[in-house]
């Protein structure tokens, strides 16, 4: 039997409940439930609405549906329309009379809104521990790289060498602001909507305050209406995957690329490839891949979200449940992501000789001769133009760079000694650049950072 079979002059159509159901999804969010519902009966007990007696009982019995859900023994009905009414039915089981006082001063307008937040608050923080641990791994293969470089590349060309640290650096700071996203996020979706009822309060003494400082949670709602129909915090978490999606994706697309024999960068261990079911010689970098692949799924998810939401009147729509898929799905799959790209970049075997190889072209050097004119007191656009002119003349006449270089008389030999490897890297020395100086801060100040987050994080876990 439904919670609101009463009401009904027949019971509820078959494909109706097949339609509306989501119980199949939502079970997960049972210990979310859980948790505020004892904090809601924790609540009726402090406005007087419950005695000491009933609240017991009622926490007594929530706690058992607890543990048989966690064990797997729990048993559904068949009127249980989602996690919710199931957990409720049970507790009414279990504590005989009482039982039918738990939902007093509540509907499930809110106590959704609270589970969903709370599951989200843990899991959101789940991934925030694990793009902590992609970044440590990131710092230590930049801080095992030392002085190796590579071409560092515009418009996918070779444009100037870059150290290695350098490279992989960029992407930890990318990770870096998504972890930070996941802390704002936090602090607006750490709001408890219990107490809002169906979407205009009560009548009867409850205490919004108190409850949602048993959740932690750093206040209640301003607003009942917009406390049951907001679901700004799905929609945060959703972009807040999809651009770590994106992050994640662009790694992705520079592994596959850098594991090609025509870059030969990178040499994937073999327990993070896959082979070919046809071709013997195969060894396929399908982690980096379908690291590039989920972002498409996490933004379609993200898109699906905000489009559920665009149209709706205040203040819940049953729409309001297909929030769950897409937030269930983003935040397991984006786990499986860190967790298995961080394996990935651990296991790797960079080729630094071929790298460096690729960067020593003396083409790579064309700005920082242009800028050793500048230091001369050539102004830079003519240092540009005469680059430029020998770097043609060698295209075109099939000369190489270093011949045209040394007949040149605007360059002397310090000049030149910029074409040795690695020389022009080792003299750029701005703040935040591809120079072994500023790389050395880098690394340190990236320390930095991950231990402060990792230390912001330690807040948000129980
Ligand atoms: N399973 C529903 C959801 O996830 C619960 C809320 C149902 N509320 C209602 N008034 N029908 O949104």
Do not use: C
């Not at 750093?218 to 992050?247: I, Q, W």
């Amino acid at each position: 039997m439904t919670l609101w079979a009463n009401r009904m002059s027949s019971p509820p159509a078959e494909d109706m409940m097949a339609f509306t159901v989501s119980l199949p999804f939502d079970k997960r969010l049972a210990p979310s439930d859980i948790e505020a519902s004892i904090a809601h009966v924790h609540g009726l007990g402090r406005g007087g609405i419950l005695d000491k007696d009933e609240v017991d009982q009622l926490v007594e019995a929530l706690h058992r549906t607890g543990d048989e859900l966690a064990a797997g023994v729990f048993e559904f009905a068949p009127g249980d329309e989602d996690i919710h009414t199931a957990i409720e039915r049970r507790v009414r089981e279990l504590a005989g009379e009482v039982g039918a006082k738990l939902h007093t001063g509540r509907s499930r307008n809110d106590q959704v809104a609270t589970a969903l937040r709370l599951f989200t608050r843990e899991h959101l923080a789940l991934v925030a521990g694990l793009l902590i641990e992609l970044q440590k791994t990131i710092h230590r293969r930049a801080g095992e790289a030392g002085q190796s470089y590579l071409p560092g590349y515009t418009h996918l060309q070779r444009a100037q060498p870059v150290l290695l640290a350098h490279q992989l650096l960029a992407h930890g700071w990318a990770l870096s602001r998504d972890v930070d996203r996941i802390f704002s996020t936090l602090d607006r979706l750490n709001v408890s909507p219990l107490g809002a009822g169906a979407l205009g309060g009560s009548s009867l003494p409850l205490v919004p305050d108190d409850v949602a400082a048993e959740l932690a949670m750093g206040a209640r709602f301003e607003n009942s209406l917009d406390a049951v129909s907001d679901r700004d915090f799905v929609a945060e978490a959703l972009f807040d995957v999809a651009l770590l999606g994106v992050h994640l994706s662009r790694m992705g697309e520079e592994i596959v690329l850098y594991s090609t024999e025509e870059f030969g960068f990178v040499r994937l261990d073999d327990a993070w490839s896959t082979g070919s079911s046809m071709l013997p010689q195969k060894k396929n970098p399908d982690v980096a891949e379908l690291a590039r692949g989920k972002a498409g799924r996490f933004i379609g998810n993200l898109v699906g979200l905000l489009t559920t939401l665009k149209g709706l009147p205040l203040a819940y729509n049953r729409d309001l449940q297909e929030d769950k898929e897409p937030l269930f799905d983003s935040l397991d799959q984006v786990a499986l992501a860190l967790v298995a790209v961080e394996g990935l970049l651990a296991s790797s075997v960079f080729d630094t000789d071929r790298m460096q190889q690729a960067a020593d072209a003396p083409g790579l050097v064309a700005v920082d001769l242009a800028e050793w004119l500048v230091a001369q007191g050539v102004p830079f656009r003519e240092a540009h133009g005469i680059v430029g002119g020998i770097v043609r003349e060698s295209v075109e006449r099939h000369v190489p760079m270093t011949e045209l270089l040394e007949a040149h008389p605007a360059f002397g030999e310090e000049a030149l000694s910029l074409l040795e490897p690695g020389s022009a890297l080792r003299r750029r020395r701005t703040a935040g650049g591809a120079g072994p100086e500023a790389v050395a801060v880098q690394l340190g100040r990236f320390a930095t950072r991950i231990a402060e987050d990792a230390e912001r994080l330690a807040a948000w876990r129980p």
